[in-house]
């Protein structure tokens, strides 16, 4: 028998062709075998040693379909959180511009609506004035009363604030003489006008702290004991004041903040003065406790409870 050297199989002596893969078995040599050869392990340690053709085709496509595979998976996982975060990069870029223009769009409103404010009260001023050259010492005090105090404590408008305390002082001048012309008052006989060292209370205070439904914005108190307060509904209201010492414990704000954007915290004073207002339009008294503050501000409390606060307070600025 002839033995096919490359796939082993056995042939015919006669066959000069390898009957199983059509090798020439005289190009690759032959091998007699017999079934009683003692050389079969060395002939399967052979065959064993072989390089097997079907392996050495199949790997490479294996592995080629591997890689492909992982490519795939990789390119899905990509695409995957790739496209989130420039959704996310987008969006965020749009919602900064919006930002911007928003901002910016306030902005410019804000700036309007102020240089509207500050024509709207130069006009108030001006008419003010030429009330007050008219000797309308009542009228001048309406108009400025339509000047909302918090626009008074902007920095940015300092010279409409001085301009309203120049005018208003003007007009708290002539409403004494007025009263002057028209009353005797003997100053120096009746302890209960303002005069020596009470004639600092005579002066023009500015409601500290407004609650709920509360209009009052400015309270003048002239030398002859004439009271003007002034409201921001453009109303106001007229009477007299008489002023005397006065001691004790009285309900008030704690007056630090120079314009309070919230409820200050209550204390208790001593004051120095109580002012009795005897008003003209309703009949009525009230009783106002005058007090030198902390920051070296005269005020004015009438000492009553409201809302978990005082119901008025007044300071001079």
């Given at each position: 028998m002839k033995e096919c050297k490359y796939c082993h199989t056995q042939n015919s002596d006669s066959s000069n062709f390898c009957e199983q893969c059509g090798t020439p078995l005289d190009a690759i040599g032959s091998q007699k075998t017999t079934p009683a050869d003692g050389n079969t392990a060395t002939n399967e340690s052979y065959q064993m040693n072989q390089p097997k053709a079907n392996s050495k085709n199949i790997q490479p496509l294996l592995i080629g379909a591997i890689v492909a595979l992982l490519g795939i998976i990789i390119g899905i996982i990509l695409f995957i959180y790739l496209k989130p975060n420039n959704n996310t990069e987008i969006s965020a870029g749009s919602s900064q511009t919006e930002t911007r223009s928003t901002t910016k769009d306030s902005s410019q409103t804000e700036t309007t609506s102020s240089k509207k404010d500050l024509e709207n009260y130069d006009e108030i001023i001006k008419a003010a004035k030429e009330l007050n050259i008219e000797g309308k010492y009542k009228e001048s005090e309406l108009k400025l009363a339509?000047?909302?105090?918090?626009?008074?404590?902007?920095?940015?408008?300092?010279?409409?604030?001085?301009?309203?305390?120049?005018?208003?002082?003007?007009?708290?001048?002539?409403?004494?003489?007025?009263k002057n012309s028209t009353e005797k008052v003997q100053a120096n006989d009746d302890p209960s006008t303002f005069t020596g060292d009470l004639a600092k209370w005579a002066n023009t205070y500015t409601f500290y702290y407004s609650q709920n439904n509360q209009r009052q914005s400015r309270l003048t108190i002239a030398t002859n004991g004439g009271v003007t307060q002034s409201n921001y509904d453009g109303t106001q209201y007229f009477g007299r004041a008489t002023i005397a010492?006065?001691?004790?414990?009285i309900l008030s704000y704690n007056t630090d903040t120079l314009y309070p954007m919230r409820m200050p915290s209550t204390k208790t004073i001593n004051p120095n003065v109580k002012i009795t207002i005897q008003w003209d339009n309703n009949g009525g008294s009230q009783n106002l406790y005058g007090y030198l503050s902390y920051s070296s501000r005269l005020a004015l409390t009438d000492g009553q409870n409201k809302g978990g606060g005082v119901n008025e307070v007044w300071i001079t600025y």
């Open positions: 339509s000047i909302p105090v918090s626009a008074l404590g902007k920095p940015e408008w300092k010279t409409i604030k001085e301009a309203v305390e120049k005018l208003a002082n003007l007009n708290n001048k002539g409403l004494q003489e007025q010492n006065a001691s004790g414990d």
